[in-house]
């Protein structure tokens, strides 16, 4: 039962870890109230992470203190990297929207910020729960 007194379920399909989640809120007499795609974390480490973090960010790598390629990692770091659904005070998405010389990937390695989409379905996997 919903805010409004309405009955739903919250249905959640996925065709494999690589792609995006969609969520479905579906009203007791079968119509779809809402829907939302939201990326995975197999989306984001096979979009962005691979490209343009893993360089650094594995832990053998200069970065190896904020590991990007362990799901469980990410979500248990005392750094608060990813806080399911609040995007704007996890860590990640602190780094990665920042723009000053600490924003991540560092203006002295020599790799671009993110693109605003990178930083949109990063975004969107945290706002949506971090779906693994």
Known sequence: TDSTGTQAAVATLRASALD????????????VESQQLIPTFGVIKK????PMCLKCHQPD????DVVLDDYRALLDSPRDLVLPGNPEESGLMIAVTRTD???MPPPSSGAAALTDEQ?????GWISGGAVQ
């Open 20 to 31: 995006p989640v969609l969520r479905l809120v579906l009203k007791i007499d079968g119509t």
């Open 47 to 50: 979009a962005i992470f691979e």
């Open 61 to 64: 790598g200069d970065g190896s």
């Open 101 to 103: 010389k600490k924003r």
């Open 119 to 123: 930083v949109t379905l990063i975004r």
